[in-house]
Every structure is written in structure tokens, then in C-alpha cells.
């Protein structure tokens, strides 16, 4: 029995879908070479790790509480497919509240032309789903958090 999910993962033009085969393994099935974490973002022991069951982060999931229950109120948002998983995932961590960036150059889409029109809906409407950022941004304000932050941190001289 083929279901629903099954057909519609293969109603490509490779016909290849969830469970075929491939150089790393059966496509997105747990346990496969192509379903692990690439070594430079291997999580550090005792991180958690969400292991997605569909489209969004959030769904069948404790990601939200993991974030509640650290404080987390913002995201950004990086991975592929810009126009289904990503943008499923930012969508859904908005309606919950968590104001989210997505990085345009760090997503993608399996075709440009879906890639651009996710990343323009997002900055529509004056940013309703969140804001658009590149990678270099991300990295630089984490930069000018962390330096200002270690000059708050260290101690004052007096004379």
C-alpha cells in the first residue's frame, strides 16, 4: 500500500522520493548515512536534538518547550527547503510568538525561483512572518554581542 505522503514525495521528475535509494542512503529515513547531522554541525554531547517528523520543527515535536523553558524568544532560521521546511517552521514559531530571521543565504530551495519568492514573502508586509538576513550579519552581531558583553563582564580599574 503506497500512501499519500509516499506518492507525493516521488511526483518529481526523477520519480525518487522517501525511502529510494541513493549515494547516502534510502532519502530521509533515520538510521542512513544522509539522515545524520554533517560533522561541522554535529550537536556537542547533551544538546538536544529535534528529530523533525514532517514539514515543521514544531509539529509532533518538543521544540517549543526546549526554547520556553530556556527563554528563547528569537530564532534564526537556516536549512533546506527554503519554501517547504523553513518556511513551514517560521511560520509556525511566529504564530507561537518567537520573532524569527531567516537566512537568505543560508536555505535553499530545489529550484531558485521557489528559494526567491519564500524569501520575498517574508519581507512583505513589512516582515509579518519576521526579517531577511545574511549569514555575515548573523555572525557580526554575534560578534558585537559577545565583545560588548565581555567589556561588561570584566573588572573596572581605579586609581
Keep these: 500500500m503506497v500512501t499519500i505522503e509516499a506518492y507525493r514525495s516521488r511526483n518529481n521528475a526523477s520519480g525518487l522520493g522517501i525511502g529510494s535509494p541513493g549515494p547516502l542512503g534510502r532519502l530521509l529515513i533515520r538510521g542512513e548515512v544522509g539522515h545524520d ?4 554541525l554535529y550537536p556537542i554531547h547533551g544538546e538536544p536534538v529535534i528529530d523533525k517528523p514532517g514539514r515543521g520543527a514544531f509539529a509532533h ?3 517549543e518547550l526546549l526554547l520556553r523553558n530556556k527563554g528563547i524568544k528569537n530564532l534564526v532560521i ?3 527547503t527554503t519554501d517547504v521546511c523553513v518556511s513551514t517552521t ?3 514559531a511566529n504564530d507561537r510568538g518567537f520573532d524569527c530571521v531567516i537566512l537568505e543565504d ?4 530545489s529550484e531558485l525561483s521557489l528559494h526567491v519568492s519564500t524569501i520575498e514573502s517574508v519581507k512583505m508586509e513589512g516582515g509579518i512572518f519576521g526579517a531577511v538576513a545574511k549569514v ?3 555572525v557580526h ?6 565583545n560588548s558583553t565581555v567589556k561588561k563582564l570584566a573588572p573596572q580599574m581605579t586609581v
Excluded at 552581531?141 to 559577545?146: G, H, P, Q, T, Y
Design 78 to 80: 537556516a536549512g533546506v
Design 106 to 109: 543560508g536555505t535553499a530551495a
Design 141 to 146: 552581531a554575534v560578534e558585537n554581542f559577545k
Design 136 to 138: 555575515d550579519d548573523i
Design 37 to 40: 547531522t554533517v560533522d561541522e
Design 61 to 63: 515535536t518538543d521544540f
Design 90 to 92: 517560521m511560520r509556525e
